[in-house]
Structure formats: structure tokens, C-alpha cells
């Protein structure tokens, strides 16, 4: 029942952060136990993933491979269990707390024989994890690397999500991961994709400046046109991407034609190349677009990629709204 818990909350659309803290939330919940703590090396430093301990606690608590108490335990993956006797007595990680844990049991976590972190779990009475099943906690952990194993794609998309420089949008890996929360609220979902198609030749004829201008220019003017609820990036180069969340395509057609006809009607000019010249260079983006689609729960990278796929094919002179 724990490990379909866990099913159902790496299958939830929520972000990394979240699904991590609430398999803590059921590992504590379902087995009582008073405090849980994950700690995860992010390729930098250890960081406490998920605890139900005070913050002012989690400094202690993720520097614990470097006590000497837990270092055998790393080594040979085999947990360790410390409790006191006394009353008055710490455990060995403790610096500036008496009464909050009394005992604790530690976990190395693996994953492909690479140490990535800890499991630890504590109690506020000494010997309290005595007679506690530890085969049934080894099978926990190792629930616990399978759905780190799981969410680490998505985990990644997160992590390497960049704002491009010149429009300020979010990066494509924005929509498989972040933007993939907001997109499967709905059953279903617009994708569109749109190509400034003679960029290139903008490029080659009146060079990179009035080509990044355009790409600039172009992308404010749909930033100003959509709502905020909407999910615009930047694919790739020329290519960028729509996503309107829980509307159908026939809902978005005539203002996608309105758009596209109003970008296409805008000049747009080198400023610094006209002080210095008489010939005056002046520009027209054109647009190409395809729209499609998605289905929750389904391979959004898969649609883009068709969609990509089309457009990069598709003819130069090509100005219709093409249904994918």
C-alpha cells in the first residue's frame, strides 16, 4: 500500500521538491515515525530534501557523511543505528540540541552504486527503534531510490531551464518540466509552434543586429497579446512555442491569424546601422505556424517535435495555419 502511495505521488504533477516531501509525509505518517530527513547531493553540496525536523536543525543534518559515526555505514551501504542511555547524553551528530532526538537509524542511499545521499530517521525516546522490522525499512529505501530514480529526468529538465537573453523567455526545456504542472491541469491542451521563416535571410542580408531585433520585436509583441496564464519559450533559433492551457484549437485559430497578421505588417529597423547610412534598412518578419493537440498525460516532447519537424520542412513561402 506504501509503494503505491509512492506510485501515485511520482505519477502527480507537481515539481520535484513536492513529490520528495510527500513520500517523507507518508513515510512518517504510515510508520509513526517522529522525525524523517532526505538528503540528496545536488553535485555541489548535500541538501536536505525533505525533513519534518525545524529548519534550524538542517545544517546538522546534511553534513552527516562527515561524521565519523556514519562513515562505515556509507562505505558498506549497511544502515546504523545509535540511541543514548542517559538522560543527559547526545548523540554523536548532535552539537546544540538535547531533547529532540534520543535515537536514530541511518541510511546510505545508492543509486547504480553511486552514493547520492542519506535516509534518517529519529525518535525523542531513547531505544525506540529496538524491535522495529529494519528488513521492512531496507525495502522503504529502496522505494525511496527507486522514485529518486524516476524523477531525476524531470528533476534535471527543471535544473537546466535558461532564460534567453534577448526575449527574456524561459528556455524549451521549460515545457517538459516546470510548465508540464500548469499544462496537465487540463485533459486538453493547444500546442503551437511558430517559425519567423525568413530570419536567416534577415541574417544574411542586413546581419545578426536587425536579426536579433526582430526576434526581440516579435517576441514582445505575443508576450503583449497572451495571457500570463499561457505558456510562451523559446524553442530553438527562429522557432518558438505556444502552449494555451485547456483551450481547444478551434478556439485559437482566429487569433493566432490576427497575430500573424499583425507582426507581419510591423517594420522594424537597425537604428544603429541608419545613423551611418542613407539607405535606410527596414524589415518584415514572416511567420509560419502549426498547432496541435495535446492530450494529459501524454509525450509533449513528441508533439513538439513533430511540430518542428513540419515546420523546418515545410516551404519558405508557406502562410497558412496548418492543423498538425
Avoid at 559515526?69 to 547526545?90: L, M
Avoid at 485559437?252 to 544603429?272: A, C, G, P, R
Wanted: charged share 25%; aromatic share 12%.
Amino acid at each position: 500500500n506504501i509503494l503505491q502511495d509512492f506510485m501515485d505521488t511520482i505519477s502527480k504533477t507537481s515539481s520535484v521538491e513536492e513529490k520528495i516531501n510527500q513520500i517523507n509525509n507518508i513515510i512518517i505518517e504510515r510508520y509513526q515515525i517522529k522525525y524523517s530527513t532526505i538528503v540528496i547531493y545536488d553535485g555541489t553540496k548535500y541538501v536536505v530534501k525533505a525533513s519534518n525536523v525545524d529548519k534550524k536543525h538542517w545544517d546538522a543534518l546534511s553534513d552527516l557523511q562527515s561524521e565519523e559515526v556514519f562513515k562505515e555505514s556509507i562505505q558498506t551501504s549497511v544502515p546504523k543505528y545509535v540511541t543514548v542511555e542517559g538522560e543527559n547524553e547526545r548523540l554523536p551528530y548532535q552539537r546544540m540540541e538535547f531533547a529532540r532526538a534520543k535515537c536514530a537509524m541511518f541510511f546510505p542511499l545508492y543509486i547504480d552504486n553511486i552514493y547520492i545521499g542519506y535516509w534518517i530517521i529519529e525518535s525523542g525516546e531513547k531505544h525506540a527503534f529496538d524491535t522495529l522490522d529494519t528488513t521492512i525499512l531496507e525495502v522503504v529505501k529502496q522505494n525511496i531510490i527507486s522514485v529518486l530514480k524516476t524523477i531525476n529526468y524531470q528533476n534535471t529538465l527543471e535544473s537546466i531551464v535558461r532564460i534567453d537573453q534577448f526575449t527574456g523567455l524561459n528556455s524549451a526545456e521549460y515545457i517538459y518540466g516546470i510548465g508540464k504542472r500548469t499544462i496537465d491541469k487540463y485533459t486538453t491542451s493547444t500546442v503551437c509552434m511558430f517559425r519567423i521563416t525568413n530570419l536567416e535571410e534577415i541574417n544574411e542580408k542586413f546581419g545578426r543586429n536587425i536579426g536579433n531585433e526582430t526576434v526581440i520585436k516579435v517576441s514582445n509583441i505575443i508576450k503583449a497579446n497572451i495571457s500570463s496564464e499561457y505558456i510562451f519559450v523559446r524553442y530553438m533559433g527562429p522557432k518558438f512555442v505556444i502552449i494555451f492551457s485547456g483551450v481547444e484549437t478551434d478556439s485559437v485559430s482566429k487569433f493566432l491569424n490576427d497575430i500573424k497578421q499583425y507582426v507581419e505588417e510591423t517594420k522594424i529597423v537597425d537604428n544603429e546601422k541608419n545613423k551611418k547610412s542613407k539607405n535606410k534598412i527596414q524589415v518584415t518578419p514572416k511567420l509560419n505556424f502549426a498547432i496541435s493537440t495535446y492530450y494529459k498525460e501524454t509525450g509533449i516532447e513528441k508533439l513538439t517535435k513533430k511540430l518542428e519537424e513540419y515546420l523546418d520542412n515545410a516551404p519558405k513561402d508557406e502562410s497558412a495555419l496548418n492543423y498538425i
